[in-house]
T-cell receptor
Framework: DGGITQSPKYLFRKEGQNVTLSCEQN?????MYWYRQDPGQGLRLIYYSQIVNDFQKGDIAEGYSVSREKKESFPLTVTSAQKNPTAFYLCASSVTAGGPSETQYFGPGTRLLVL | DQQVKQNSPSLSVQEGRISILNCDYT??????FLWYKKYPAEGPTFLISISSIKDKNEDGRFTVFLNKSAKHLSLHIVPSQPGDSAVYFC????????????FGEGTQLTVNP
């Protein structure tokens, strides 16, 4: 069945380590997004991609990197430069990035914890 | 700068009664508004939306009202059901920003049987 998968469900990072969160979609959507959710806060946009081989910074891109080599995949790397990485990370996709009426479909999320 | 605010972190109502969730925004460029519902350990799911050219949109038990002059929107759920218990996020978008959404902090709704 179609949807968005994120793995792993839980991820532990050691100090100074880079970690990569996976996001895959089989909805044939052009646009993909990464959000971060902290307790008591809304979702904040980290990066988004409107099409393959293209991506733009969101509101809190510092300390993160992404790639979009395939339409169905949009991995997020949390680098050692991200000083407060503990959060719930959500990936989403939409048919296009053409406008606000494009419904975004979310994956189940990955919880990242720092050891 | 929190451009979309949900001032009530939580709301508790009795089954069968009306639930009213509120959301305020500050950016006058926002012209499209959405509500998402989120269960624990799951991603948010789209619930209902409204364009700034309207002041009301209804879908079954869910109705969203928009007051542009007050920069305020609300989600009404009637009648409320225990399965509606979840976190509700308000989100807003501007035509000039494509599909980028700005989310509020969320309101935890609990519907008691």
């Amino acid at each position: 069945d179609g949807g968005i998968t994120q793995s792993p469900k839980y991820l532990f990072r050691k100090e100074g380590q880079n970690v990569t969160l996976s996001c895959e979609q089989n909805l044939n959507h052009d646009a993909m997004y990464w959000y971060r959710q902290d307790p008591g806060q809304g979702l904040r946009l980290i990066y988004y991609s409107q099409i393959v081989n293209d991506f733009q910074k969101g509101d809190i891109a510092e300390g993160y990197s992404v790639s979009r080599e395939k339409k169905e995949s949009f991995p997020l790397t949390v680098t050692s430069a991200q000083k407060n990485p503990t959060a719930f990370y959500l990936c989403a996709s939409s048919v296009t990035a053409g406008g606000p009426s494009e419904t975004q479909y979310f994956g189940p999320g990955t919880r990242l914890l720092v050891l | 700068d929190q451009q979309v605010k949900q001032n009530s972190p939580s709301l508790s109502v009795q089954e069968g009664r009306i639930s009213i969730l509120n959301c305020d925004y500050t950016n006058s460029m926002f012209d499209y508004f959405l509500w998402y519902k989120k269960y624990p350990a799951e991603g948010p799911t789209f619930l209902i939306s409204i364009s700034s050219i309207k002041d009301k949109n209804e879908d079954g038990r869910f109705t969203v009202f928009l007051n542009k002059s007050a920069k305020h929107l609300s989600l009404h759920i009637v009648p409320s059901q225990p399965g509606d218990s979840a976190v509700y996020f308000c989100a807003a978008s501007a035509r000039t920003s494509g599909s980028r959404l700005t989310f509020g902090e969320g309101t935890q709704l609990t519907v008691n049987p």
